[in-house]
């Protein structure tokens, strides 16, 4: 099966910047696409930015357009999301996902998912 490990996440202030981390891994390991998704306290989880393997086709949430970036390391099957200019309200917990199967659509379709990493951003 897979597993995702998250990391990278922590504490910082505002305007301050985090880069989290998904290593991906697994016998026969076939994925489409990764996702990082977030739940703030109390909120349903949401979209934040998606990559696609094959290609690198990109996703942002118009919350973090501008602001994040992911990227993938193939060799690595890895993927990354740098965080710049944090706010209080990207405060949550972040989450990795993949999915195995082409939907068409970037932000569903996730069949495995990690453990989750903090994020916390004061003001």
């Known amino acids: 099966q897979v597993q995702l490990v998250e990391s990278g996440g922590g504490s910082v202030q505002a305007g301050g910047s985090l880069r989290l981390s998904c290593a991906a891994s697994?016998?026969?390991?076939?994925?489409?696409?990764m996702g990082w998704f977030r739940q703030p306290p109390g909120k349903e989880r949401e979209v934040v930015a998606a990559?696609?393997?094959?290609?690198?086709?990109?996703y942002y949430a118009e919350s973090v357009k501008g602001r994040f970036t992911i990227s993938k390391d193939n060799a690595k099957n890895t993927v990354y999301l740098q965080m710049n200019s944090l706010k209080p309200e990207d405060t949550a917990v972040y989450y990795c996902?993949?999915?195995?199967?082409?939907?068409?659509?970037?932000?569903?379709?996730?069949?495995?998912w990690g453990q989750g990493t903090q994020v916390t951003v004061s003001s």
């Open positions: 697994g016998r026969a390991f076939s994925s489409y696409a």
């Open positions: 996902a993949t999915k195995t199967q082409y939907t068409g659509n970037p932000a569903t379709g996730y069949d495995y």
């Open positions: 990559v696609y393997w094959r290609g690198g086709n990109t």
